[in-house]
C-alpha cells in the first residue's frame, strides 16, 4: 500500500498570486509549445536514472529498480509560470528523500542538478528538494504518466513553478556549488518560489 501525503491546505485550496484555475495539465508540445526541444521517446526497458557527483554511494536505476523503491502518492497543485494552475493532481513516484537517503550525499553536497533527455537540465538547493511533497513521479491521477507530461519521470515540487519541475530526467548530479538551469540562464528567477510571485531575476 502506498504511502499518501497532504500538500498543505495553503497550497491546495489557494492559489498563489497571479495565478489562475485551469480544468488539467496542458501536455507539452500538445496543449502547451514545445520550446526547448521535441519531446523525447523513452522506452522503460532502455532508460536508466544516473544519480551521482558529491554522494557517498553513486547509483544507476533501471525501470524496475526505480519501481522496487517504496511509493508514494501527494496530492498537490501544480503552477505554472505562465499563470495557470491545475489543482489536486494525484502524483505516484518515489520521494526525492528516499533517493538522497540511499545515495547519502556528502557534507559538501548543497545543489542538486537534473538532466533531461531532451537536453533540458534546472537545478534547486538540496534543502528545497527534501520535503515530504518532492516526488519523483511516474503516475498521474492513477494513469502512468505519458511522454507529453515527462513521462516515464519527471520531478514534482509543489512549491515551486513548474519549469523547476524536470521531465525526462535521465541524471541527477548532487554538487558542492550552484549551476544554472536552461531558464535560470535565460532570466528566470532561480528561487522560483510560487508563494511570493518569484517569476523573473532581477
Not at 536552461?182 to 532570466?187: A, I, N, P, T, V
Request: glycine share 6%.
Amino acid at each position: 500500500m502506498s504511502d499518501q501525503v497532504r500538500g498543505k491546505k495553503k497550497e491546495t485550496r489557494t492559489l498563489p498570486p497571479g495565478q489562475r484555475a485551469i480544468r488539467k495539465l496542458l501536455r507539452w508540445g500538445i496543449d502547451h509549445p514545445a520550446i526547448v526541444n521535441t519531446i523525447p521517446r523513452l522506452e522503460v526497458t532502455t532508460w536508466r536514472l544516473v544519480i551521482d557527483g558529491e554522494v557517498e554511494k553513486p547509483l544507476r536505476l533501471d525501470w524496475q529498480a526505480l519501481l522496487k523503491l517504496p511509493k508514494v502518492e501527494s496530492v498537490s497543485d501544480f503552477h505554472c509560470v505562465e499563470g495557470w494552475s491545475v489543482r489536486d493532481c494525484r502524483w505516484e513516484g518515489v520521494r526525492f528523500q528516499t533517493l538522497a537517503q540511499k545515495v547519502q550525499p556528502r557534507d559538501s553536497a548543497a545543489y542538486v542538478f537534473f538532466e533531461c533527455a531532451d537536453g533540458y537540465t534546472t537545478s534547486l538547493a538540496l534543502p528545497d528538494l527534501l520535503d515530504d511533497d518532492v516526488v519523483l513521479a511516474y503516475r498521474l491521477n492513477g494513469q502512468a504518466l505519458e511522454a507529453s507530461l515527462g513521462g516515464p519521470l519527471r520531478l514534482v515540487l509543489p512549491k515551486k513553478y513548474a519549469y523547476k519541475s524536470a521531465m525526462w530526467i535521465t541524471r541527477i548530479r548532487f554538487l558542492a556549488t550552484k549551476l544554472l538551469g536552461y531558464w535560470e540562464k535565460r532570466g528566470y528567477s532561480d528561487s522560483a518560489d510560487v508563494w511570493t510571485n518569484d517569476r523573473f531575476r532581477t
